[in-house]
């Protein structure tokens, strides 16, 4: 089992940055992908930034150039810098992890972005 928790999310204006951070615990031995989705009211859920399997990292067009995803020097933990926010960035942002094919999400912190 992995267990993770999502943490900065918040109330920004147009233009602001934030930080959001996601630390994993429980079995992460073995987790061979980690990542950001994002869900807005109405909206299906969709991948925002990610670490794949086969290296690298993966982003959205609507966030390249603005959102950054990083790890922690631990390794369980990941970041999402999000800076030019807009107020279509305005989501509920998910941590989620894969392991051995069983994916894992977070509980999610809020994002809200006004204009």
């Known amino acids: 089992q992995v267990q993770l928790v999502e943490s900065g999310g918040g109330l920004v204006q147009a233009g602001g940055s934030l930080r959001l951070s996601c630390a994993a615990s429980g079995s992460i031995f073995s987790i061979n992908t980690m990542g950001w989705y994002r869900q807005a009211q109405g909206k299906q859920r969709e991948l925002v930034a990610s670490?794949?399997?086969?290296?690298?990292?993966n982003y959205a067009d609507s966030v390249k150039g603005r959102f950054t995803i990083s790890r922690g020097n631990a390794k369980n933990t990941v970041y999402l810098q999000m800076n030019s926010l807009k107020p279509e960035d305005t989501a509920v942002y998910y941590c989620?992890?894969?392991?051995?094919?069983?994916?894992?999400w977070g509980k999610g912190t809020s994002v809200t972005v006004s204009s």
């Open positions: 670490f794949p399997s086969g290296g690298g990292t």
């Open positions: 989620a992890a894969n392991r051995y094919g069983v994916s894992y």
